[in-house]
């Protein structure tokens, strides 16, 4: 997971400064092409953060179904009685989904970023 996000900044530094400081590269490459090189590599990056989601996503199912089983062994333990444990698993599961939530609702935006024509013809449009 944090191979994805090592992967994903430099690009998107990168990007960002080939947006804001195209005179940085030799005249001979061209504004256009420089432009076309950022959005390029923040395209690429982007895939690197879809997969650093995909990853949350999938740890939090994970977590969930962990989660479930220690609450199931802490009801046999404990019976019906409310113990501390149980409040805490409860906050936990609580917090896995909406980790899971949050994951899933950056896939779009993310998704829609890593198309290598993200800027002429985005996924998501505004209108």
Known sequence: MSWSMVLYHPLEHLAYIRWTSPDLYPPSSGASTTIKNANRLSALSCRFWFAYI???????????????????????????????????????????RLRGLRSLLFTFPCYSWSLSDWDTNPWLSET
Do not use: H, P, T
């Open 54 to 96: 995909i990853i949350d996503i999938v740890q939090a199912i994970y977590r969930i179904e962990q989660i479930k089983r220690q609450k199931k062994k802490e009801l046999v333990l404990c019976g019906d009685e409310e113990s501390d444990d149980l409040v805490q698993l409860d906050r936990s599961m609580v917090d896995e």
